[in-house]
C-alpha cells in the first residue's frame, strides 16, 4: 500500500469532513481534514451580534461566506456584520439583507466601511420599492402588480459612503429585503463592517438570514 500510486488508489464516493489529507507544512510533514480546508473558504457566524468572521486565507481566488443568525435590534450606527483580518487586494462583495423597520415612515441606512487603507470602492444598494412608475423610496416587502415595481438604488463612492436612507416601508410587519453589491481595492490588512441604522436612528432591525458572500479577486 506505501507504494501505491494515487491514481491506483479507490476513488472516494461522498467526501466526509473527517477526511484526512496528508500536507507540507513548513517543511514538517503533517495531516488536515476536510473540514479544515472548509474552513478557509465557508464560514457561518456562531450566532452572535453582530456577525463575525475571521478572514484567515490569503490565497486568490477566494470566498468567504457569512450568515446572520441573530436579530439585531438598531436605533444608533451599529455594527451588523463584520470580516476580521482581510488582507491586501481586490475584492467583490455581495451582501443580502433581510431588515424591518418600527414605523412605516422609518427607513434604513448602510454603510460599508474598511477600517485600513482603500484605494477604491464602489457600492450600490437595491430595492424593490412601492413606486410604480416613479421612485417613492418606500421599500415593499410584497410587491405584486401586473405590471411590476420599480426597483431603486442608493450608491456610493469611498470608504463609508452612506447607502440612504430610504424614506420609509410598506408595512412594519414585512420583511424587506435589498442587495449591496460593490468591489473595492485595499492596500492593507484591516477590517470590513457593514454598518446599519434607522431614518434619525429610529428603530430597524437587521434580520436572521441575511448573508455576505465575499471574493478575493486578486
Not at 431588515?99 to 466601511?113: E, H, I, K, S
Not at 470608504?159 to 410587519?173: K, M, Q
Amino acid at each position: 500500500m506505501a507504494d501505491t500510486k494515487i491514481s491506483a488508489l479507490t476513488a472516494v464516493t461522498t467526501p466526509a469532513a473527517t477526511d484526512e489529507f496528508a500536507v507540507n507544512q513548513g517543511g514538517t510533514s503533517k495531516k488536515m481534514t476536510l473540514a479544515q480546508v472548509r474552513a478557509d473558504s465557508q464560514v457561518a457566524s456562531s450566532g452572535a451580534a453582530p456577525a463575525t468572521v475571521a478572514s484567515n486565507d490569503s490565497d486568490a481566488p477566494h470566498v468567504i461566506y457569512l450568515l446572520n443568525t441573530a436579530d439585531n435590534a438598531v436605533t444608533t450606527v451599529e455594527t451588523v456584520m463584520s470580516v476580521t483580518s482581510l488582507v491586501a487586494g481586490t475584492y467583490l462583495f455581495e451582501y443580502f439583507i433581510v431588515w424591518r423597520a418600527g414605523a412605516t415612515t422609518t427607513g434604513a441606512q448602510f454603510n460599508v466601511d474598511y477600517t485600513g487603507t482603500v484605494t477604491r470602492m464602489r457600492a450600490t444598494r437595491w430595492f424593490g420599492s412601492t413606486g410604480t412608475t416613479a421612485a417613492t423610496g418606500v421599500s415593499d416587502g410584497v410587491a405584486a402588480t401586473l405590471t411590476g415595481n420599480t426597483v431603486e438604488h442608493h450608491s456610493g463612492v469611498g470608504d463609508n459612503a452612506a447607502l440612504g436612507p430610504n424614506t420609509g416601508v410598506g408595512s412594519t410587519t414585512e420583511d424587506q429585503f435589498c442587495t449591496i453589491t460593490g468591489t473595492m481595492v485595499v492596500s492593507t490588512s484591516a477590517d470590513l463592517n457593514l454598518t446599519m441604522t434607522g431614518e434619525g436612528n429610529a428603530a430597524v432591525t437587521f434580520m436572521a438570514d441575511s448573508a455576505l458572500r465575499l471574493t478575493r479577486l486578486a
